[in-house]
């Protein structure tokens, strides 16, 4: 794997047991493993772990990852709005939003006329709780590959909002609980909720409240929301709970009155996977590039060589290198669905 | 075709049988005839269309995509329908109704039927697309039964489910007379001499024999085979299950002896020399297209009757059981059929007796006895009160959990279907699954007990330490090249947990093969 990386193009990254690393700028970019600098496209907890020395990340990820680890969990921290350049070490660094979650960023390092692009998790989709996807031209182009079948479309949100209120209106008694991660898919859906006309309090589990109220101070009004947790059952007929995925599969899903248990993930394409993870109501919602983004993306950068981070990689390998564009495999571990 | 296959989604994803008959009742009131009708067949398995081969079907899809995208694709979703489904090129918006894609598929001849689906696919979206090809490769799996279709259709229009279980299966797809009489019109004139009728069915008597008058009911065996009706008319014959589906195809030589005219209920079982054969010999003649000679030469079907529904000139249902017993014994001793004979009467005084009879049957192919209450009519459904059946005890065995997983819809948070083992050597071998048998409470417990005693976790499943030791009842054993220990249960279930059992005392593999059948 190290040799396949090694070509005759004088890279400015390359692939470390910690993950991808910048040598000249003397950084990682989403480690693993604690390190001496980090750069974090995201908050998400499989790209910021705590433990690092230095941390640079937009302002957002930054208080995210405030709320997630505590004020000790990073030695320095230093944030770098979107846009604006940062000479760290022989590079320039600026982070170009991701439009995965609030604060995500593409990581762009630049230097002697050369610029790569790590993109980390991203989406193309229209999402209200998080800045859009800006396509950066480049010549190396990272990019993620969870949905990278080409069986996953995913379709437009606002029918799967639509599918979701119906169902709350076909079943009046029963109680709708929505399998989603704590940060991100949960403001999403509040917001496309709000946005489709849904003006009822939204349920919550404890885990999504203090990130759904520092949304809330970044601007992203959430409306009016409740605590599902200490809820008395009967109040929660007819209502939509918002809660982490595991939780809905397990004990705390008790206290819910006859719930229809509603996936929101781009997995709920594949009808047979949605039906494993024993879901009533499967909404296809994903804060992940389908198919059809990821090739198209991968056009605009106009990206010589492509990196592929995790997912299906093969695919998308295969796909890269029917068009003549240089595809690699990095595999790299550690990487989870994000709840997705 | 939007509609039904948001239905059929809909269905596939409702573990609950309200929410699956909600569902079912709101697309039959918001659909037009015939796409709803169509639907119906779909679902009850009453639709019969030129079946599309798997691999003609993957040709189809290989012309249109990267074959290696597909590969990969395939290898992803697992399943060839749900891969061409979603993989299909475009997203075309100008869906057939249900009822055109039934009509094409209908007309089409084999050599064109690749292109007439190739041309549907293009017209829909993913959803449609999958119901479509569940459709035109036979199979929906949506976890319907005819039944409970019928029940929806019950519960929409407020008609009752007797009556249209009788006028079912007389009436073809699309069933238009059927729902225009569901809506308030005139109930279709059907002839149902040759027509499927409902049977009936007996309830567990367990905890309610001692509130039974012993003077009151008629005992007979409860055999152990299929349970079936056989109806003959004017020259044409047929055999049903009793859930209606017409088996005749697998039994000519059942058909064959069916020399006379009439209705009746009976067991059909495999008999020879005069002996009950097992159920395992009468599992081989099942679900059979065509049968050779040898087979029905080596596990000879035979008719064994209960009831007497129809003589040929009079519907006896209405008559109570007395009456209908009598009919029936003279009736047979006037046609006196090949390999058809009658299921003999029980005589006892008290409940004891029977008790004594009842542990004293182990007769192959005894499943233990039926009390009838000798003044009720025949109704079809499960009513309570006049069948009872009184199934002998089952077998036991002392088995070790392995694994746990959790359930579905009410029963998602819980562990609650068990594997378990008996001892092979130093190694326990699973022997079976049980997910009944216990109480709520005792599945909290179990629950719990899992929670605290997981060693290791596959997705769903936890394995556990090998602590516990669980009774487990079951109806009978039999060989099995299926599974590593080679045997395989019926009907387990949880009967007793054990807390006070150490595991290293539950049963060996060896005490259980000698209860094989």
């Known amino acids: 794997m190290q040799n396949a990386l090694c070509s005759k193009t004088m890279h400015l990254l390359s692939l470390t047991p910690e993950g991808i690393y910048c040598a000249r700028g003397g950084f990682h970019i989403d480690p693993v493993r604690p390190v001496r600098r980090a750069v974090v496209t995201h908050a998400h907890a499989d790209h910021c772990r705590p433990g690092h020395e230095a941390l640079l990340a937009t302002p957002e990820t930054l208080a995210i990852a405030g709320v997630r680890y505590g004020a000790e969990a990073f030695g320095s921290k230093q944030a770098l709005p979107y846009g604006e350049r940062q000479k760290v070490g022989d590079v320039t660094v600026s982070l170009v939003p991701a439009g995965h979650v609030l604060g995500s960023a593409q990581v762009v390092v630049e230097a002697d006329g050369r610029r790569e692009v790590v993109s980390g998790d991203y989406k193309r989709r229209a999402d209200p709780s998080c800045a859009p996807f800006e396509v950066v031209t480049c010549d190396l182009f990272v990019t993620e590959a969870t949905f990278g079948l080409p069986v996953f479309t995913h379709p437009p949100v606002e029918g799967e909002i639509a599918r979701l209120i119906a169902s709350r209106t076909q079943f009046p008694e029963r109680c709708h609980a929505v399998g989603t991660y704590a940060l991100g898919k949960a403001q999403r859906l509040i917001m496309e909720l709000r946005a489709a006309g849904y003006e009822r309090p939204i349920w919550l589990h404890g885990a999504l409240t203090k990130l759904c109220d520092l949304y809330g101070e970044w601007g992203r009004h959430l409306g009016p929301l409740a605590q599902a947790t200490v809820a008395e059952a009967k109040q929660l007929q007819g209502e939509i709970v918002l809660a982490p995925p595991g939780a809905l599969a397990d004990r705390w899903a008790r206290r819910l009155p006859d719930p229809v248990i509603v996936g929101a993930s781009g997995w709920m394409r594949v009808r047979q996977r949605a039906k494993q993870r024993g879901v009533e109501l499967a909404l296809v919602i994903s804060d992940h590039a389908d198919w059809p983004e990821l090739i198209e993306t991968i056009a605009e950068t106009q990206a010589g060589e492509i990196w592929v981070t995790h997912g299906a990689e093969e695919a998308l390998c295969h796909y890269c290198t029917g068009l003549g564009i240089q595809a690699r495999p990095l595999s790299l571990l550690g990487r989870e669905d994000e709840g997705e | ?517």
């Open chain 2, 1 to 517: 075709m939007k509609a039904f296959a948001r239905l059929l989604e809909a269905l596939v994803f409702t573990p609950g049988r309200n929410a699956k008959l909600a569902h079912l009742q709101r697309y039959f009131a918001e659909t037009p005839d015939p796409d709803r009708g169509w639907a119906l067949a779909a679902i009850a398995g009453d639709l019969a269309l030129p079946n599309v081969t798997a691999s003609r079907i993957r040709g189809l899809v290989e012309e249109r995509v990267d074959p290696v995208l597909f590969r990969l694709s395939y290898d992803y979703v697992g399943d060839l329908a749900e891969t061409v489904a979603l993989i299909w090129p475009g997203e075309g918006d100008t869906p057939p109704r249900l009822s055109e894609v039934v009509s094409r598929l209908q007309q089409t001849g084999t050599a064109s039927a690749g292109a007439v689906l190739a041309d549907l696919c293009d017209r829909m979206g993913p959803s449609e697309r999958l119901a479509l090809i569940k459709l035109a490769t036979g199979g929906l799996r949506v976890g319907v039964s005819a039944r409970l279709a019928r029940t929806a259709l019950a519960g929409y229009s407020g008609r009752d489910l007797e009556r249209i279980e009788e006028l079912w299966f007389a009436i073809e797809p699309p069933y238009t007379a059927l729902f225009s009489w569901l809506e308030g019109g005139p109930e279709p004139a059907l002839d149902l001499d040759l027509a499927f009728r409902p049977m009936m069915l007996a309830n567990p008597v367990e905890g309610r024999l001692e509130s039974l008058d012993p003077a009151e009911y008629a005992a007979e065996w409860k055999w152990d085979g299929v349970r079936i009706q056989a109806v003959a008319f004017r020259g044409e014959r047929r055999l049903y299950t009793r859930t209606g589906d017409e088996i005749s195809g697998s039994f000519p030589d059942v058909i064959a002896s069916m020399t006379w005219q009439g209705a009746v209920d009976g067991e059909l079982l495999v008999m020879r020399d005069g002996a009950v054969a097992s159920f395992a010999d009468l599992q081989k003649r099942l679900g059979r297209k065509r049968v050779g000679a040898k087979t029905m030469a080596v596990n000879p079907a035979h008719l064994r009757l209960y009831d007497l529904l129809h003589d040929g000139t009079t519907d006896l249902r209405p008559l109570p059981l007395a009456e209908r017993r009598s009919a029936l014994a003279d009736w047979l001793r006037a046609a006196d059929p090949d390999a058809t004979d009658l299921s003999a009467d029980v005589p006892f005084e008290s409940w004891d007796d029977l008790a004594e009879l009842r542990a004293g049957a182990r007769a192959e192919g005894q499943e233990g006895l039926m009390l009838k209450r000798l003044d009720a009519a025949y109704t079809g459904g499960r009513p309570m009160g006049p069948w009872f059946k009184w199934k002998r005890d089952p077998l036991t065995a002392d088995c070790v959990i392995l694994y746990a997983q959790r359930g579905h819809g009410k029963r998602s948070s819980f562990y609650s279907d068990y594997t378990f083992g008996a001892w092979n050597g130093a190694d326990l071998v699973p022997v079976g699954k049980a997910y009944s048998g216990f109480t709520d409470a005792e599945l909290r417990e179990l629950d719990a007990w899992v929670r605290n005693n997981t060693v290791e976790r596959y997705g769903p499943v936890r394995a556990v330490k090998s602590d516990l030791v669980v009774e487990v009842a079951f109806d009978a054993l039999q060989r099995s090249t299926r599974h590593k220990s080679g045997i395989a249960m019926r009907f387990p279930r949880i009967k007793r947990i054990r807390w006070d059992k150490p595991a290293g005392e539950a049963d060996t593999l060896r005490s259980l093969q000698a209860l094989l059948g």
